[in-house]
């Protein structure tokens, strides 16, 4: 099948995806990060000159190595500490929030751009003890090295992130010399043995998965709780909040596929699947109406490679939505539709604006 210009076998059926995540012997994550469209030479150059690598350690990683980093990692989000930053979160956000309401007198504002982008670097720092880059330069690594890999991006355009990708690249490898002897999570890997490529390779997704794919996730929530049938304000409730971010999680959830290979011949379901083929596995939007309470679990993975900060993504988002929705329960859509970002395992509205309605704005 043919999706977005690459050749998949593409498998949408919850049960079937669960059951190519499990069958490890038979499926394997070593594309999961490779660039969806080959890099020209000149892209590779750019990236070579920074001494670019991403050896596999976690997302594209298997066996025994990758169980005992995989602890390590978890260690820094165990649900003890997922939990105790929820005030943390509830403090970040009332800040954006009072800055926001004030915006708001003066018209509209886009909530992505003032309340969803702030919050999930800062957790993800003071979860991981690791620095993260001033707000603008971190958001534009993260943006770019996501086109670079999961985009279509032409060679011409593959210059212009390959050289951020590699600034970005360089920060990492700096920060992870630095972490030596820390207790921070690039301190913990490196004492355990992993070498500054994998540390580097490791961190280079770890912190865009940690804030930028968790800043897409809120903003698509509240954007669809914006347009709520049973209204926005209604989500001020805890409960009726992270009902919410779950439905979205199940429909539209910011990582809305990922990537195996099939290691064998082998078969899933009625379609046989050759050794080497590309699987592309749908994890949302394929529920059905009916499905059960846990469905929307599926949009962070499953088994060996479920996304370790899935608790935290879930409770930043829905605390997030209700704070906003406490503080501004009038706020309402604003404009046309927005331009939503539209790569192959990642999506999100690219702005969120809403407005009080006949106070201030146009």
């Known amino acids: ?64 190595r990758h169980r005992a980093v995989r602890t390590m990692v978890a260690r820094f989000f165990t649900p003890a500490k997922v939990s105790a930053v929820a005030p943390r979160v509830r403090e970040l956000a009332r800040q954006r929030l009072a800055a926001t309401g004030v915006a708001l007198e003066r018209g509209h504002v886009d909530l992505a751009d003032a309340v969803g982008r702030h919050i999930p670097p800062v957790v993800m720092a003071e979860l991981t003890g690791q620095a993260t880059p001033e707000l603008e330069l971190l958001k534009r690594w993260s943006q770019d090295s996501l086109e670079l890999f999961w985009g279509w991006p032409d060679p011409e355009r593959q210059l212009v992130l390959a050289r951020s990708a590699a ?14 002897g820390t207790d921070s999570l690039f301190g913990v890997l490196d004492a355990a043995g992993l070498s500054q490529a994998e540390v580097c ?33 209604l989500l001020a409730e805890p409960d009726a909040a992270r009902a919410h971010v779950r439905a979205v999680l199940a429909t539209e959830s910011s990582v809305h596929t990922w990537r195996r290979a099939a290691l064998r011949d082998t078969r899933v ?11 592309l596995l749908e994890l949302t939007g394929r529920h059905p109406a009916d499905a059960a309470p846990t469905a929307y ?5 499953h088994g060996l ?7 935290l993504a879930e409770l930043e988002t829905a605390l997030v939505v209700e704070e906003t929705a406490r503080a501004l329960p009038r706020l309402q859509p604003f404009g046309p539709d927005p331009g939503w970002l539209r790569l192959l395992s990642f999506q999100s509205p690219l702005t969120v604006t809403a407005h009080h309605p006949n106070e201030g704005s146009p």
Request: with cysteine; net charge negative; proline share 6%.
């Open 167 to 180: 600034e970005f690249y360089g920060w990492l490898r700096d920060e992870a010399a630095a972490a030596r």
């Open 297 to 301: 679990s599926l949009a962070f993975g």
């Open 1 to 64: 099948m043919n999706y977005a210009g690459m050749d998949y076998a593409v498998i949408g059926d919850p049960g079937q995806v669960r059951d190519i995540m499990r069958r490890t012997e038979d499926f394997a994550p070593t594309n999961a990060l490779t660039s969806v469209v080959p890099l020209a030479p000149a892209t590779l150059r750019i990236l070579s000159k920074a001494r670019f690598a991403l050896p596999p350690v976690l997302a594209s990683a298997t066996g025994d």
């Open 201 to 233: 390779s490791l961190g280079y997704f770890l912190v865009i998965a940690g804030q930028e794919t968790t800043a897409q996730l809120i903003n698509t929530a509240l954007y669809r709780g914006l347009h709520a049938p049973d209204g926005w304000a």
């Open 269 to 279: 379901g009625t379609l046989e699947v050759p050794a080497g083929a590309e699987i």
């Open 305 to 311: 490679h479920r996304c370790l900060g899935a608790k």
